[in-house]
């Protein structure tokens, strides 16, 4: 995995990326949206035949949608508040974290 950089001002997604990571995919936590994406790189165009070959993993609250140029299925989570207190938020931010950890070996069972 890269060593993190810089950011900009307004950034709230935190993104993951590690080398186990299958599809030319990454793992997005939108914070201020409450979402957890396995974002499959340019494949949006391909949204319903994806649908179609992994609608048996499409279960227990994910789902399958574009987003720009690309395709993800997501995992709603809670909403993360980046200038509020970390320690309230403690439980948003774990469960972001267990919905990162599912879609990344999720990414080992889709097919593109």
Sequence with gaps: MKHPGGKPAGADWARFNPIELKNASVVIHKWEDGAVDLTILRAGADIERLKQLNESLLVDGLSMLTTGESA??????PEM??????????DKAR??????????????????
């Design 72 to 77: 993800a299925i997501r995992i709603e989570v």
């Design 81 to 90: 508040n980046r200038f509020g207190e970390f320690a309230p938020q403690i």
């Design 95 to 112: 469960d972001g974290l267990l919905a990162v950890s599912r879609l990344i070996e999720l990414s080992h069972k889709i097919q593109v």
